[in-house]
């Protein structure tokens, strides 16, 4: 199995940081191109867009980490918290895109379209979901809930699925951009339903093929 040149240990640090810098780029070059009017048609519309899409795609990001080491043994496990916590701040500006700009923050329309329409109740609730595995995304808080951290963090399989909903029934017209998002998060939960199978047949392999070695090299 081919890996990829592992980094220096004192390269770990400053490369999550990085991450997070670069991560925030899109958000920043948003904002400035709808501040400057350069975004096409409803520039508020478009801003809003562009984080949610921005959300959705770091939460497949952060869900490919443990598919990349099990099939291809590229270890990027240092970086899943950050990529995690980048869907997070990209759902959380993405819901404040609605509420400041788009509804001025008036609270009787928000709670209407919150309530009448699902796309807005099912982002709502993805927000919801987020929030404690956001709290939650620290060295303290996982030695503190030992094995509950990792149930409650099986919630990010629900939340990337409620996410590409969310971001398919925005649209009138469901397109190959939002059938890809949708591929890619039923593959993704896929790979969790047969990954245990897979990792055992996978060491059955290993350990099968060792006496045939062990006997050539005698």
């Not at 809930?145 to 629900?158: K, T």
Request: a positive charge; aromatic letters at 12%.
């Amino acid at each position: 199995m081919s890996t990829l040149p592992a980094i220096p240990k004192r390269f770990h640090g400053p490369s999550v940081w990085l991450l997070y810098a670069l991560g925030l780029c899109p958000a920043i070059s948003a904002f400035y191109l709808g501040a400057t009017g350069q975004l096409p048609g409803n520039a508020v519309k478009e801003f809003e867009h562009l984080l949610g899409l921005w959300a959705l795609r770091f939460l497949v990001a952060t869900l490919t980490i443990t598919p990349i080491r099990d099939l291809f043994g590229i270890n990027w496990l240092r970086y899943r918290r950050a990529l995690g916590l980048l869907a997070f701040y990209y759902v959380l500006m993405h819901f404040l895109a609605y509420m400041v700009l788009d509804q001025t923050l008036r609270l009787q329309p928000i709670v209407a379209d919150i309530a009448r329409r699902p796309f807005i109740t099912i982002g709502m609730a993805t927000l919801a979901m987020l929030v404690p595995l956001a709290i939650t995304s620290n060295n303290w808080s996982i030695r503190r809930l030992g094995q509950r951290w990792n149930q409650l963090h099986r919630l990010v399989y629900v939340i990337a699925a409620a996410g590409a909903l969310h971001f398919t029934m925005a649209v009138k017209v469901v397109g190959p951009e939002q059938m890809l998002y949708v591929g890619l998060v039923a593959l993704l939960l896929g790979w969790r339903a047969v990954r245990r199978r897979f990792l055992r047949w996978r060491r059955q392999q290993v350990v099968s093929g060792r006496p045939a070695t062990e006997k050539a090299v005698g």
